[in-house]
């Protein structure tokens, strides 16, 4: 257990549904983040959140939403994915000071496959 | 945000020190080293971070030049469970939120 805590551990859902990704950290950290891991493909920063701010939206289709209502939750909402969404998503947080971060604690991830 | 290479992949034995070598040529004079270690399906966890010199910890060890261009990430005697991909990532001191940017990592497979 890394202190941040994903849910559910594997998804599987139809291109007409809609889910959501929960992610939770007690680790006082103050910035969490999404990133999207397919198949042989590096770790693609999705948002960033600061102090429950979106301060980053790394050109992600509207299909996906996210929402931070206080610096312990994050959530991923999902509709209308496409098959080619089907990845490991990660959630991060990290405390940021006035020098910078030092380091991300990642959940285990969401595996989510699009059917 | 500087680039990092770092080889695809290594093959070690237990037992073996084990050195994997990233080069940065474009880091910044704020910039920190920072490495991780991921096993399949799951996220990548924190393993060390430097700025010059060494660094070390109960897991590894970090050697960083004088012209911070480029680092090795030692892993002394690793076992089996040590194979998993090591990422190396350079980032910003000081930025309005640092976030790191992920490449493909090295590969690193312990064989008995």
């Known amino acids: 257990e890394t202190g941040v805590t994903q849910t559910p551990r594997h998804l599987v859902m139809g291109m007409t549904n809609k889910k959501s990704l929960k992610c939770e950290q007690h680790l006082g950290h103050n910035a969490m983040y999404w990133y999207k891991q397919s198949a042989k493909k590096p770790l693609e920063l999705m948002f960033v959140?600061?102090?429950?701010?979106?301060?980053e939206n790394n050109s992600v289709p509207s299909r996906f939403s996210p929402e931070c209502p206080n610096s312990s939750h994050l959530f991923l909402h999902l509709h209308t994915l496409q098959p080619e969404d089907s990845a490991l998503y990660l959630c991060a947080s990290s405390q940021e000071r006035d020098r910078g971060n030092y380091g991300y604690t990642f959940g285990s991830g969401t595996r989510l496959t699009v059917v | 945000l500087a680039k990092t290479t770092q080889p695809i992949s290594m093959d070690s034995y237990e037992g073996q020190e084990v050195n994997i070598t990233c080069s940065h040529n474009n880091i910044a004079t704020n910039d920190y080293i920072t490495w991780y270690q991921q096993f399949p399906s799951q996220g990548p966890r924190f393993i060390i971070q430097?700025?010059?010199t060494k660094v070390t910890n109960e897991v590894a060890s970090l050697f960083i030049p004088a012209d911070r261009k480029s680092s090795t990430l030692s892993l002394p005697r690793v076992s089996l469970s040590d194979t998993a991909v090591y990422y190396c990532?350079?980032?910003?001191?000081?930025?309005?939120?640092?976030?790191?940017?992920f490449g493909r990592g090295t590969q690193l497979t312990v064989w008995p």
């Open positions: 959140y600061n102090f429950k701010e979106q301060t």
């Open positions: 990532l350079v980032g910003r001191e000081g930025s309005t939120l640092g976030r790191l940017y």
């Open positions: 430097g700025y010059k």
